[in-house]
């Protein structure tokens, strides 16, 4: 199959974090073609290949596998075959391009020495995915890194590629919060503690995070998405239910959010003479940092690979990722890029009538259908660019 082939032929069968299991046997299928050591099933669904070529440096090629559980409505001829799933964060680009990057790598292996790990990550969508390999003890199984690779497709004009150093992704946390009052009826309320009241007073308490305990200069978002209690209007319940979502681009903030939001529910709940809520940590991903030395390092090789026009600072994303994982969990650094995949006149015309945000699908829309070329040749060869910038020659 040709990487465009390969690339219908996974958008039109997507799979679930952690069920990536076809996904995962193509990859392996590949990786064995090109001659890689392949070790499968790290963190339930995930793929490693190792292809040892002679002393030289390590680099680490990552792409993740899942996809979403969206009803496609791109129209394609090749759109999702699986009810309700879909891959529009663009994992199957990345999937694709990592395998085009590996076959392309291995013919020319007379022409580099070193070793090249490559990746198929699961579950990225839901957060656990490099921490389960991590946890399955990841870097027992393959060499160590000096450093991690990594691209993401998105509504940039495609071919483009580029990186922002430093703070790239922002960190996000999902954190579920029962209040617990003391039910009873609505006509007593001396009788009861009401969770509603203090859920009530804990959502308008935690807007002054950000407004006053951040400084201005930092960005940071917390969000009550979710809000449930109750069941008749003449009840007390027993508990109120809270759901939130916040963003930040350094540790220290998500530190500092994460100690208010704590501080703040557990003094409402005392406050009410209530029981001490509950408060859990469902999705976490760490803020995603690229190594400023080796990101400038990076993109100097696509300049000169692409051209100038091709390379563009994106800036910090609000879109959260958890490859850095695998290059803290190591010391190693982190180059993650953007891969542009929109059609460039359909994305000039928008930029020209101020409309991108509604002409241009995002990730996550079930709109979302990156362009095949030139789309996929640049992701193959901005994977093998990147990674022949630290491979011996
Ligand atoms: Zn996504
Ligand atoms: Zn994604």
């Known amino acids: 199959m040709t990487i465009d082939e390969l690339y219908r032929d996974l958008h039109a069968h997507p799979e679930l974090s952690f069920q990536e299991t076809r996904t995962a046997a193509m990859a392996a299928v590949e990786l064995r073609a090109a001659g890689f050591d392949v070790i ?8 490693a290949g190792v292809l040892h070529n002679g002393d030289g440096p390590t680099v680490l090629l990552r792409a993740d596998m899942d996809a979403l559980p969206v009803t496609e409505a791109t129209g394609l001829g090749y759109a999702s075959t699986v009810a309700g799933v879909m891959h529009a964060c663009g994992h199957d680009v990345h999937v694709a391009c990592l395998i085009g990057a590996v076959r392309e790598l291995a013919a020319t292996r007379a022409q580099w020495a070193g070793t090249v790990v490559a990746v198929f990550q699961p579950a990225e969508e839901a957060g656990g995915g490099a921490q389960a390999m991590l946890d399955d003890g990841f870097y027992e199984k393959v060499p160590v890194p000096d450093v991690v690779l990594g691209q993401h497709v998105g509504p940039a004009p495609a071919g483009t590629l580029g990186a922002h150093p430093g703070a790239a992704f922002a960190s996000a946390d999902s954190i579920d919060i029962t209040v617990r009052g003391r039910g009873g009826h609505g006509s007593r309320p001396e ?17 002054t995070i950000v407004s006053r305990e951040i400084a201005p200069q930092e960005t940071s978002v917390v969000t009550v998405g979710r809000i449930n209690a109750g069941t008749k209007n003449n009840i007390i319940p027993e508990s109120a239910e809270l759901g939130l979502s916040m963003r930040a681009y350094s540790e220290e903030v998500r530190q500092r959010i994460i100690t208010a939001i704590k501080r703040i529910v557990h003094a409402e709940s005392a406050a009410a003479g209530a029981a001490e809520a509950l408060i ?13 030395v080796s990101t400038e390092r990076t993109m100097a090789a696509f300049r000169s690979a692409f051209g100038e026009d091709a390379v563009i600072d994106p800036g910090p994303v609000s879109g959260s990722e958890d490859v850095g994982l695998l290059a803290t969990a190591v010391g190693a650094p982190l180059v993650y890029w953007i891969l542009g995949g929109a059609n460039p006149e359909k994305y000039l015309a928008a930029a020209n009538a101020g409309t991108i945000d509604r002409d241009i699908p995002s990730n996550h829309s079930p709109f979302f259908a990156p362009e095949i070329q030139p789309t996929l040749d640049r992701g193959v060869a901005a994977l093998v660019t990147a990674c022949r910038e630290w491979l011996r020659s």
């Open 40 to 47: 499968e099933g790290i963190g339930i669904t995930g793929v």
């Open 280 to 292: 859990e940590f469902a999705e976490s991903f760490p803020v995603t940092i690229n190594d400023r």
């Open 191 to 207: 009788t009861t503690i009401d969770p509603i009241v203090i859920a009530a007073a804990i959502v308008g308490r935690l807007q």
